[in-house]
């Protein structure tokens, strides 16, 4: 039976000596990515018995993440190696590590300077949280933060010798370049019990690795063709093989911006202040980044799911879609972008107009600016109304419309649930003409004291206006549209033409004046103007 134990211990000196330590690799088995920069890491390795076994893989775990799962006790700590470093072309670049102490000659390009000869001289490394060098020569040596050397220095007859290294030809050496090494943070894993070979599975949340989510909506003849696109970039480390599982849904992740004291890439100050200022996520993100990241939908922001609520019924336990895209190899740098899903739907065009509410739930008049501007959910939009098709929910991700493939527009698709309905517009119909105007009808004499008695709530005075409002239609196409409008209001309605749909806001249950929206679906002629107009009373504060 599996067992989780972990114990974790950072240690900052060089502890047992390497020679009881035996290097093992790791292997990516699964990566679930999340939309906001993190990723769930699988990592899987076998030890074939009781010792301390050195993972030199990068490992920087989100705080309260980091598990390790055996049939035997665990115990984790971190500390820092002199440790191998591949053969790149970073490597190879770094002379001054790879010939220190070597007596070497030097050939520049420009053949009338004569070569110089001379014994490299060592770059030593900084410890680790120790204070900046303070000497003037230090950025030429390079340092464990600054790795590459811009000068190749040399200790001469006749002194100190810095030769730029843009500008050597070749180079003579006495003897072999050392291994390239660097010093790094290892993980190492010690098991004091149970013969035989142990299967570990060390899990963790981590940044470096995301997936960003598109969709194409294709208008054809009679169906909207839907296409979802997933971008993977990886900026973690190199992966081969592993399965790559796409992850949607909310993510409520406590410490996303904290990182694991057991890594020694943080300290003590660090990470309480991260805990202290960053644990909420999204603190400081944009709207638009929050909700294509998140999915997390603003209210009333005119796109996305329709009051049609009904869907089908998918999945179980928490709202966390896993998607598995394959097993994949990526190196760290590279990125990719695959189709992921596909499917039809029936589809209908209409024509979307948004009224917001000209008063605040007191009933006092939101003033516009002078210059008569008006909020872009205050025009008329060309839009598409479908169902979601998928077996599983579409993400909040940009969606760009085509008709027949040539481009129409963009706009921001919100969370849709399998089967539910959803709109997304596509751009202004500046070929539909809307005109929104509203007064209060206050009367005159009796008339007027009679229509406007004070009422007394919480201490304040209000008294009851009666408002007229006028929604006007003007279709410029010459082809039939269908337009659905939704007027809001704060108030009790008296009349409206048409027999519109009264429903009751969400953020207007409780307030002084209920807030409302009349919503009309409607088809108007080519050439055709239509006038609606409606009735409600509100109570304003009284002057």
């Known amino acids: 039976m599996i067992r989780t134990l972990v114990v974790i211990g950072i240690v900052l000196c060089a502890g047992s000596a390497l020679a009881d330590e035996t290097l093992v690799s790791t292997r990516i088995s699964t990566l679930a990515l999340f939309k906001n920069g993190l990723a769930i890491v699988h990592r899987e390795v076998t030890l074939p018995g009781p010792g301390t076994y050195r993972i030199e893989d990068a490992i920087e775990p989100i705080h309260g993440t980091f598990w390790i799962a055996a049939d035997v006790p665990i115990v984790a700590s971190t500390t820092w190696r002199e440790v191998d470093r591949a053969t790149d072309a970073e490597s190879l670049g770094d002379l001054q590590r790879e010939l220190a102490g070597a007596t070497v000659t030097v050939f520049l390009r420009d053949a009338s300077v004569p070569p110089i000869t001379g014994k490299v001289v060592e770059a030593k490394t900084r410890p680790q949280g120790s204070e900046p060098s303070t000497d003037p020569f230090a950025d030429r040596l390079g340092s464990r933060s600054n790795p590459e050397r811009k000068y190749l220095v040399l200790e001469t007859s006749e002194g100190r010798s810095y030769t730029d290294t843009s500008l050597i030809a070749h180079i003579k050496s006495d003897r072999a370049a050392k291994r390239p090494k660097k010093r790094q943070p290892v993980l190492l894993l010690t098991v004091t019990e149970g013969a035989g070979s142990h299967d570990v599975r060390i899990s963790y949340l981590t940044r470096g690795i995301a997936w960003a989510a598109s969709y194409r909506l294709d208008m054809q003849s009679s169906e909207l063709e839907i296409e979802q696109q997933a971008v993977v970039k990886n900026e973690l480390e190199s992966f081969a093989d592993a399965d790559l599982q796409l992850i949607s849904g909310f993510p409520n992740i406590a410490m996303q911006n904290v990182t694991s004291p057991l890594s020694l890439n943080t300290s003590w100050p660090q ?273």
């Open 271 to 543: 990470f309480f202040r991260e805990l202290a200022t960053g644990s909420a996520p999204g603190r400081s993100s944009p709207v638009t980044q929050q909700m294509v990241i998140s999915n997390n939908a603003v209210a009333g922001n005119g796109f996305g799911n329709d009051d049609e609520l009904s869907a089908t019924p998918t999945g179980e336990g928490v709202d966390m879609h896993f998607q598995s895209i394959g097993r994949r190899s990526l190196a760290r740098g590279e990125a990719l972008a695959l189709p992921t899903a596909v499917a039809k739907a029936p589809f209908e065009q209409i024509v979307e107009w948004i009224v917001p509410d000209t008063r605040t739930e007191t009933g006092a008049i939101i003033r516009r600016d002078r210059s008569g501007n008006r909020d872009d959910e205050d025009v008329a939009w060309d839009a598409i109304r479908f169902k979601n098709p998928f077996p599983f929910a579409m993400t909040t991700a940009p969606a760009l419309i085509t008709n027949q493939r040539a481009f129409a527009g963009q706009q921001v698709s919100t969370w849709v649930n399998a089967g539910e309905q959803t709109t997304v517009r596509i751009t202004k119909a500046l070929s539909v003409r809307t005109r929104a105007v509203e007064y209060e009808d206050a009367g005159e004499g009796e008339q007027r004291a009679v229509a406007r008695p004070e009422v007394y709530i919480a201490g304040n005075v209000y008294h009851r206006a009666k408002v007229k409002g006028e929604l006007a239609i003007n279709n410029h196409r010459n082809e039939e549209i269908k337009i659905s409008i939704r007027r809001q209001f704060s108030g009790d309605l008296v009349r409206a033409d048409a027999d519109p749909t009264v429903t009751l806001r969400e953020e207007g249950v409780y307030t002084i004046n209920r807030r409302s929206e009349l919503k009309w679906n409607l088809a108007i002629a080519a050439g055709e103007e239509r006038t609606l107009a409606y009735e409600y009373t509100v109570l304003v504060p009284h002057r």
